[in-house]
C-alpha cells in the first residue's frame, strides 16, 4: 500500500517549457487534491477533484490545467511554465463522506523554473 | 482578510517543554479542525481532528477549539527532539484550508 505517490520528485523547467506532474493514489478514494506550497504562503488549493470525471478551480489556478484520468490518477499539467511557479507541488486525496475528509498528502515535487 | 492566519514562528524550546501552537480563523461556518505535523522535505501528515468546540488529547498532544473566538491551539507537552517539525492548521470548509504553518525546534 503505497498511498500517494508523485513523479517527478524533482524538476528544473525553462521558462515557457511544459511538463505534467503525475499523481496517483491506491486508497480508493473519490477525491483528489493538487497543492503549491510556497515559504510564507502556505498550502494552496491549484484544483481539486471530487470525484472520477470532475474537476473544479481552486485558489491559484492561473496557468495550470488538470486531468483526472481515472479514479486512481490526477494529472497537473504547467502548459508554459513561468519563474513564478517555481514551488513545491503536493497532490492528496481524502474520502468524500462525512464526518471527515482526511487528507492523505504525497511526497511532494520540487519545481524550479528558470 | 485570509481564512485562516498562523504564526509562522520560527519556534526553539528545550526537549521537555509545553510547546502551544495557534491558529486563528475567519469563517464560522467551519466545524472541522484538524493539525498536521510536516517533516522536512516530507508532505503533510494528519496528527489530529476535532470537531465543533471542545478538547481532544491524544498522548502528548491536546487540541483545543474555541469557536466562540474562532481560535484553535495545539499543546505538545514533554516535547522531544522528534517533535521538530512544521506543524499547520487545517479547517474544512467547502474545501480545505491551510495555515501558513510554525516552523518547530526542540533542542536536546
Known amino acids: 500500500n503505497a498511498g500517494v505517490t508523485q513523479t517527478p520528485k524533482f524538476q528544473v523547467l525553462k521558462t515557457g517549457q511544459s511538463m505534467t506532474l503525475q499523481c496517483a493514489q491506491d486508497?480508493?478514494?473519490?477525491?483528489m487534491y493538487w497543492y503549491r506550497q510556497d515559504p510564507g504562503m502556505g498550502l494552496r488549493l491549484i484544483y481539486y477533484s471530487a470525484s472520477e470525471g470532475t474537476t473544479d478551480k481552486g485558489e491559484v489556478p492561473n496557468g495550470y490545467n488538470v486531468s483526472r484520468l481515472n479514479k486512481r490518477e490526477f494529472s497537473l499539467r504547467l502548459e508554459s511554465a513561468a519563474p513564478s511557479q517555481t514551488s513545491v507541488y503536493f497532490c492528496?486525496?481524502?474520502?468524500?463522506?462525512?464526518?471527515?475528509?482526511?487528507?492523505?498528502f504525497g511526497p511532494g515535487t520540487r519545481l524550479t523554473v528558470l | 482578510q485570509k481564512e485562516v492566519e498562523q504564526d509562522p514562528g520560527p519556534l526553539s524550546v528545550p526537549e521537555g517543554a509545553i510547546v502551544s501552537l495557534n491558529c486563528t480563523y475567519s469563517n464560522s461556518a467551519f466545524q472541522y479542525f484538524m493539525w498536521y505535523r510536516q517533516y522536512s522535505r516530507k508532505g503533510p501528515e494528519l496528527l489530529m481532528y476535532t470537531y465543533s468546540s471542545g478538547n481532544k488529547e491524544d498522548g502528548r498532544f491536546t487540541a483545543q477549539v474555541d469557536k466562540s473566538s474562532k481560535y484553535i491551539s495545539l499543546f505538545i507537552r514533554d516535547s522531544q527532539p522528534s517533535d521538530s517539525a512544521t506543524y499547520l492548521c487545517?479547517?474544512?470548509?467547502?474545501?480545505?484550508?491551510f495555515g501558513t504553518g510554525t516552523s518547530l525546534t526542540v533542542i536536546p
Open positions: 486508497m480508493n478514494h473519490n477525491s
Open positions: 492528496a486525496s481524502s474520502e468524500t463522506s462525512p464526518p471527515l475528509n482526511e487528507q492523505f
Open positions: 487545517a479547517m474544512r470548509g467547502n474545501q480545505f484550508y
